[in-house]
């Protein structure tokens, strides 16, 4: 079956400007994580949602950033007044359950001008 | 903190070579643990992970690791790499409790020459 996607794979942008990165899980996996990963980091934590809800947001950064799953299934997060640190790639993971193992998707590479 | 620490960051063997990449973790409580690969090009995959029960956890391609709590460690070893092993390797760790979000090390890369 299909794995996670993520549109687009990448975006360039400029600071300053507003960009959302969509993520599309596994069919009926009910838990949904985004993470970000800089150059030559390990993945980090940014947020997971269990269902249409955000159950742990404790890894977001500061209120630039948000993210939506409104009909428990695609999430979208959003970055606004986008900033040079906030270049990365962004990745989306997804488990049937919260304690299942959680698969990635290919990522989102951001680059902020 | 929760923290997961690789202390191998960059790696080279001569395929046929053993491998042991080191993993430490720092965690209240107990921990699920897990290692990830990532081919060139690819995507982050599941290597094995360790639960609970037998601390010598063996995964896909020969890949094993070993639990040792007193050490808080979870090394991953392979007796024999091949050159398509060549990727980036990421441990993690998940508290057990009502936390799912996972915390990486910062990885360690593979590189294995002919």
């Known amino acids: 079956g299909a794995g996670v996607s993520q549109t687009p794979s990448n975006k360039v942008t400029e600071k300053g400007k507003y960009v959302e990165l969509r993520c599309d899980p596994i069919?009926?996996?009910?838990?949904l994580y985004w993470y970000r990963q800089s150059l030559g980091q390990g993945p980090e934590f940014l947020i997971y949602?269990?269902?249409?809800?955000?159950?742990?947001d404790s890894g977001l950064p500061n209120d630039r950033f948000f993210a939506v799953r409104p009909e428990g299934s695609v999430s979208t997060l959003k970055i606004q007044r986008t900033e040079r640190g906030d270049s990365a790639v962004y990745l989306c993971?997804?488990?049937?359950?919260?304690?299942?193992?959680?698969?990635f998707g290919p990522g989102t590479r951001l680059t902020v001008l | 903190a929760q923290s997961v620490s690789q202390h191998n960051h960059h790696v080279i063997l001569s395929e046929a070579a053993s491998l042991e990449l080191g993993c430490n973790y720092s965690?209240?409580?107990?921990?699920?643990l897990f290692w990830y690969v990532q081919y060139p090009g690819q995507h982050l995959q599941l290597l094995l992970k360790?639960?609970?029960?037998?601390?010598l956890v063996k995964g896909i391609k020969g890949f094993e690791a070993e639990f040792i709590k007193s050490k808080f460690s979870f090394n991953l070893r392979k007796p024999s790499v091949q050159w398509s092993d060549t990727a980036e390797y990421f441990c993690?760790?998940?508290?057990?409790?009502?936390?799912?979000?996972?915390?990486f090390g910062t990885g360690t890369r593979l590189q294995v020459t002919l």
């Open positions: 993971a997804s488990s049937l359950n919260p304690g299942n193992e959680q698969f």
């Open positions: 069919s009926g996996h009910t838990a």
């Open positions: 949602f269990q269902g249409t809800g955000a159950a742990d």
């Open positions: 965690y209240g409580g107990t921990v699920n």
């Open positions: 360790y639960f609970s029960g037998d601390p």
């Open positions: 993690a760790a998940r508290g057990t409790g009502t936390a799912s979000k996972l915390t």
